[in-house]
């Protein structure tokens, strides 16, 4: 029994694998009831991530939840971003495979990280949340949830400080050393961060928690710490973190980022500044928003080039217009230009609905 199991498990892998190489773009939604969850939904569900904690369990809730729960958490933010719409994009991803989807505007996180006061991040909270509907989440299928109108009630506050019973100190500061502002020397808020995002996981009942794969230690706490109050453990998807526009770490005082509602010439500038060198991948920003922002967007997209360095080359997958990119078909300059204005276009309805 066991052995046919693992046989059937390996094959679905091996199925999942095979898949991830050739398609990257999914044309079909099928269906999405339970015990028919199609394979085009399912690699639409797990394409562009870095990990998934577990596949298995998340098998598993596909089959038996026809409308799971997933969320993703934001702290509020003077702007939304390129970072930011990572993770956005795999909630639009989730929500067409039949996720109903909750966007935690996560306010009081932001005001234990020093980012304002209590009104300040509220009304920021505000602000991002029309940034995140004009990104394309279905309004019918999207909860947004403000984290001051929860966290302080009773009985959230209690279910912290159960948890605090439970976690050393040294676990919480562990879960915090890739999100934290001031790792050195952090502050208690910054411990009791982690705790309230395990208690969000429990009270919004989320199956599925998405985020940067910069969260990975915080959700493997909750994963650990929720069962120990009689919640169950959630699934943890995690995105990778993309370059910032001269391929190092994003960074909002490197101005090294492009927000949502940038106006099209920075957008521009910006793009065509930034560091792309001919056939490298490693920290390239050009091709990361290619591949996590352009392709999964549309289903095939142009380079234009003068007929004298080759013409117009059409792309139907990232992974073609990659091969070319590293071969050195395809130079940096010509990528640029269709980059820019390919994210001028996908931005516009922020630009709009924002101004
Ligand atoms: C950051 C940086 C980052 C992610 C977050 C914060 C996430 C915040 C959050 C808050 C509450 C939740 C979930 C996530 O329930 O990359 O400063």
Same mark, same amino acid.
């Given at each position: 029994m066991f052995v046919f199991a693992s046989a059937v498990n390996q094959f679905i892998r091996l199925l999942i694998v095979s898949l991830r190489r050739t398609k990257s773009i999914i044309h079909t939604y099928s269906c999405s009831r339970p015990g028919e969850f199609s394979l085009d939904m399912f690699e639409l569900v797990i394409r562009?991530? +870095?990990?998934?904690?577990t596949l298995d369990e998340l098998r598993d809730l596909l089959v038996k939840k026809q409308n799971p729960r997933a969320y993703v958490g934001y702290e509020t933010s003077g702007k939304i971003h390129l970072g930011h719409m990572l993770t956005a994009n795999k909630l639009l991803d989730l929500q067409k495979a039949g996720f109903d989807v909750i966007v935690l505007l996560a306010d009081l996180h932001a005001f234990l990280n020093e980012k304002g006061t209590l009104e300040e991040v509220r009304d920021i909270a505000y602000y991002n949340r029309d940034c995140f509907m004009s990104l394309g989440l279905d309004p019918q299928k999207t909860e947004f949830v403000y984290g001051t109108d929860y966290q302080l009630k009773d009985d959230y506050v209690l279910k912290i400080l159960q948890m605090a019973r439970n976690t050393t100190l040294n676990r919480a500061r562990r879960s915090m050393? +890739?999100?934290?502002?001031s790792a050195e020397n952090p502050m208690v808020s910054q411990m009791i961060y982690p705790l309230m995002q395990a208690i969000d996981i429990a009270d919004l009942k989320i199956d599925l928690a998405v985020g940067g794969i910069d969260q990975r230690k915080i959700h493997m706490l909750a994963r650990e710490e929720l069962p120990r109050l009689g919640f169950p453990a959630p699934i943890c998807m995690h995105t990778p973190l993309i370059p910032g526009l001269d391929g190092q770490k994003m960074s909002s005082s490197k101005g090294n980022n492009i927000s949502v509602d940038e106006p099209a010439e920075d957008i521009e500038k910006k793009i065509m500044n930034a560091f792309c060198p001919a056939k490298v991948l490693d920290d390239n920003p050009i091709m990361a928003i290619f591949k996590y922002h352009i392709f999964p967007r549309l289903s095939e997209m142009t380079v234009k080039r003068p007929a004298k360095f080759g013409g117009d080359v059409t792309y139907q997958s990232y992974e073609v217009l990659e091969k070319d990119f590293v071969s050195g078909a395809m130079h940096p300059q010509d990528l640029k230009k269709s980059c820019s204005s390919y994210l001028i276009e996908i931005l516009t309805p922020v630009r709009e609905h924002i101004s």
């Open positions: 562009n991530t +870095e990990e998934i904690v050393d +890739e999100v934290s502002r």
